[in-house]
Every structure is written in structure tokens, then in C-alpha cells.
């Protein structure tokens, strides 16, 4: 049927409809992210961060500061943001992150060619309490001709209205991974595990995903889905909504809980990757560890001998460990990458010297977006 497949080409695409993102009409820019992230998995993966340029430990808003710059004298290669309260129209996220702060964030990253991940932790719909406060029925609540509906497809207006703003220099728009439902195969979230059924969490995807694609005009989205830990193919394509509907492949994992052991950590991990590489060579899909850490980084030389280790024998587009919030709140402790003076930071600059693991400087050779 090859035949067929030429005549449906895209205009933009002369090469093989393969490299060719979710969205027919995606962007250059975009169409020339994802090629790249494809090509560059040769090289190495990049490495990520979760709002690395608002605060790290110790410190907020320090222009130009960043905890990976501190340690590395280079900034990381790709950048995560959070929406999570974007749709009550607050003016700070979840985390505190103003979002004007984060626009700017995410403006000065694209322009030194770094990559931007976006996720949302969105508040449950239909009760009103936050995202890891479940409801039955929430999600059928917001499907096409649900109670809920209509206030969810506002919500998605508010998100379309913050994507349409990030512009680069020449008025382009700047090509965002967008990480919905992110962990769906857990139950802590209203839409994951079985706090719905996986044809309604995949009517979910369809519906959100054209929305923002035919109704809000976004060509400049690319689509994460990411499970959290997972332990078969079958278990991680559970609630796949499909392949033209998804860009990136991933899963989330923390070194922790039952898994505080390296040489367990490091075996799991591996096993889990291994699956990953199998579901994304034949989805043909960007695979990516779209969150990773181990919390307050215990081990001195955890970056070479136990994560980079066991991510020598995969391939991967990128991975992105989780935020620096330092003292919370509530009095707990969050970090996931070194901060100055941290156990791990020496090891960190090892692993950051691995010709596998890329950040800004890296990446910035590579014009990712030419
Ligand atoms: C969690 C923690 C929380 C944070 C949430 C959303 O893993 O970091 O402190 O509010 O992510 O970013």
C-alpha cells in the first residue's frame, strides 16, 4: 500500500512519513524537533529538569541561576513546567511558579535551544479537590456530553491560551512536549489506574488532543504518554489511545519505597527500559523517561554507578528528573539533582562529562529546531 501512503503525504514532508510527528499540520519547528530527538537518541539522551530555572535549594528566582548550572557550569538540555492551577486562572502554579515567570523561562530556554516538557497536575473536575483526589466518574464527567464537559473544555482553553503565547524571536511558536495525564496506570490520579476505564481515559486523549489540535489550532505540541512503573508491554498499552495520537513514549521512576535497594532499583529499571525499547521500536515512537529521581540523593556516586550504568545498554531521547523544591511546606525534603556541595554533585559532573549524557551546550550545536 505504499502507493497510498505517498498520496496522503503532508506537504512539509519529502522524507519518510515515519520521522513525522503525530499532527499532520505540526509546525517546521516542531517537525525538526522530533526529527531530531529521533536522530540524537544515537548520541545520547538529554538530560531534563523540572522547573530548574525558578528555584533550586536554597534559593528562588535568582536570574540566570540554576542548580545544574551551579554544579556543571551548563544548564540542562531540556526544561519541564507545570500547569496545575492554570485552569482556576490563579497566576501561580501548584509549585508557586508564576506563570508570566515561567513564559520567560521557557522563551530564554527555547532561544538557547533547549527543549520544554510540559505536564498538568489539573484539579478534578467534577468535585472540585486536586488532581490526586479521585472521584467515581470523573472522567466520563468531562467526555462529550458529560456534566462536566463544557468546564473542562474551558479549562483546556485557558492551557490552549497560555501554548498560544510562547512565541520565539521571528513570532514562531515554540515547540512544547505536552505530558497529559502523565502516571495513568497508577490510581493516585482522577485519571489514572481504576478510577476510570482505559476506553474512557483513551476517549480522554482523542477528545483533548483534538480539541487542541482542530479547535485551538496548536501545531506546535508534541504528545508524552507516560505510565508510571510498569512491569509488562500489555500493562503499559493498556490505555494507549493509539499511535496516531502520541509522539513520545515513557514511564516514570523513582528509586524509593520498595525499591531503595540499588541493585533492585538498577534491575527493574533495566527490565523496564528493556520493555520501553520494544514498545517504541515497534509503535515507532520517541522513547523518553519522562520523570525520574531518587529523593535527597543518598548515594555519592548513584549518577555513574547506578543510573548511568543502567541506562548504558538503552536507548533513550531524554530524561528528566524531578524538581529541586528543597524544604517544603510541610516540612519534608525534595531534590533530585546535586546542588553545590551535595554528596553526589562530584559524580554528577562525571556523568555529566559522559559523552551519552547531553545538556544545553550540547544540544545548542545541534539546532534542534533547524
Ligand atoms: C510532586 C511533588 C509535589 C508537587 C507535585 C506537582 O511529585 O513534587 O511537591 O506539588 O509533584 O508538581
Redesign the pocket.
Known amino acids: 500500500m505504499l502507493f497510498l501512503s505517498s498520496a496522503m503525504a503532508q506537504p512539509h514532508s519529502t522524507a519518510a512519513g515515519k520521522d513525522l510527528p503525530s499532527d499532520p499540520q505540526a509546525t517546521r519547528e516542531t517537525v525538526n524537533l522530533y526529527r531530531h530527538l529521533k536522530e540524537l537518541m544515537n548520541k545520547g539522551f538529554l538530560f531534563g529538569h ?1 522547573d530548574d530555572l525558578a528555584y533550586g535549594v536554597g534559593w528562588k528566582y535568582v536570574p540566570g541561576r540554576s542548580d545544574i548550572h551551579d554544579v556543571t557550569g551548563d544548564y540542562p538540555a531540556l526544561y519541564g513546567w ?1 500547569l ?1 492551577r492554570i485552569e482556576l486562572d490563579h497566576a501561580v502554579n ?2 508557586s511558579v508564576p506563570f508570566d515567570k515561567m513564559k520567560q523561562f521557557i522563551t530564554e530556554a527555547y532561544q538557547r535551544g533547549g527543549v520544554i516538557t510540559i ?1 498538568w ?1 489539573l484539579n478534578n473536575p467534577l468535585t472540585g479537590g486536586s488532581a490526586w483526589q479521585p472521584a467515581a466518574g470523573t472522567v466520563a464527567s468531562i467526555l462529550p456530553g458529560g456534566e462536566k464537559h463544557a468546564l473542562y473544555q474551558s479549562w483546556l482553553d485557558k492551557v490552549a491560551t497560555f501554548l498560544q503565547d510562547l512565541k520565539g524571536p521571528k513570532g514562531e511558536a515554540i515547540p512544547i512536549i505536552l505530558r497529559l495525564f502523565h502516571e495513568l496506570n497508577g490510581n493516585w490520579f482522577w485519571w489514572g489506574g481504576k478510577n476510570c476505564t482505559p476506553d474512557e481515559l483513551k476517549q480522554l486523549w482523542h477528545f483533548t488532543v483534538g480539541y487542541l489540535r482542530d479547535q485551538k489550532h496548536l501545531h506546535n505540541l508534541l504528545y508524552a504518554y507516560n505510565t508510571d512503573r510498569f512491569t509488562s508491554e500489555s500493562a503499559w498499552l493498556q490505555r494507549y489511545p493509539g499511535n496516531r495520537w502520541v509522539d513520545i513514549a515513557g514511564f516514570d521512576v523513582y528509586q524509593a519505597y520498595n525499591l531503595s535497594k540499588n541493585e533492585d532499583f538498577s534491575r527493574e529499571f533495566d527490565k523496564t527500559l528493556g520493555l520501553l525499547d520494544k514498545i517504541a521500536a515497534d509503535s515507532n515512537k520517541i522513547p523518553a523517561l519522562t520523570e525520574f529521581g531518587y529523593n535527597g540523593l543518598p548515594d555519592s556516586t548513584w549518577w555513574t554507578q547506578v543510573f548511568g550504568k543502567t541506562l548504558q545498554g538503552h536507548q533513550i531521547a531524554y530524561a528528566m528528573a ?2 529541586n ?1 528543597g524544604r ?1 511546606q510541610d516540612d519534608s525534603f ?1 531534590f533530585y539533582v546535586p546542588y553545590k556541595g551535595q554528596g553526589s554533585a562530584e559524580d554528577f559532573i562525571h556523568f555529566y562529562q559522559d559523552d551519552r549524557t547531553l545538556f544545553q551546550r550540547d544540544v545548542t550545536k545541534e539546532h534542534l529546531y533547524h
Do not use: C, F
Open positions: 523540572q507545570e496545575g501548584l509549585d505536564s497536575h524531578w524538581r523544591a517544603k525534595e
